[in-house]
C-alpha cells in the first residue's frame, strides 16, 4: 500500500510558474504508472498529465507546452513543473499511482488508479 503526499501548491498570480511535489512511500516506486488530476470547484476531477514506468508522458491539450511531468525513482517521487499560469488552471492537484509491473502504458482515467494523495491548492489570480 503506497502513500502519495503532494507539495508546492500556493496562491500565484497569471504568467506565474510553480513546481508541484508528489513523493510516494513505496520502495518499488520504479513499478508505478503515475498520474496528475486536478478538480475545480464544482467541476469533475479531470486527467492532467500521466507518465509511464519508463518515463513517457502525456497530456491533456490544455496544458501541452506549459506543463511538464517528471519521475526521479531514485527519490520516489514525480514533479509537475507548471509554466504561463491562468485562472483555468484553478483547482485541487492529486497525485495519483498505479501498480504496472509488466506494462509500459500511460493512463488516463481515474478509474485506472488505485492509490491518491491528499491534493494540493493551487490558486491562480488574474
Known amino acids: 500500500q503506497v502513500q502519495l503526499v503532494e507539495s508546492g501548491g500556493g496562491l500565484v498570480q497569471a504568467g506565474d510558474s510553480l513546481r508541484l511535489s508528489c513523493a510516494a512511500s513505496e520502495r518499488s516506486f520504479s513499478s508505478y504508472a503515475m498520474g496528475w488530476f486536478r478538480q475545480a470547484p464544482g467541476k469533475e476531477r479531470e486527467f492532467v498529465v500521466g507518465i509511464s514506468r519508463s518515463g513517457t508522458t502525456y497530456y491533456t491539450d490544455s496544458v501541452k507546452g506549459r506543463f511538464t511531468m517528471s519521475r526521479d525513482n531514485p527519490k520516489n517521487t514525480v514533479y509537475l513543473q507548471m509554466n504561463s499560469l491562468n485562472a483555468e488552471d484553478t483547482a485541487v492537484y492529486y497525485c495519483?499511482?498505479?501498480?504496472?509491473?509488466?506494462?509500459?502504458?500511460?493512463?488516463?482515467?481515474?478509474?485506472?488508479?488505485?492509490?491518491w494523495g491528499q491534493g494540493t491548492q493551487v490558486t491562480v489570480s488574474s
Open positions: 495519483a499511482a498505479r501498480q504496472t509491473v509488466y506494462s509500459n502504458s500511460v493512463y488516463t482515467e481515474r478509474i485506472q488508479y488505485a492509490y
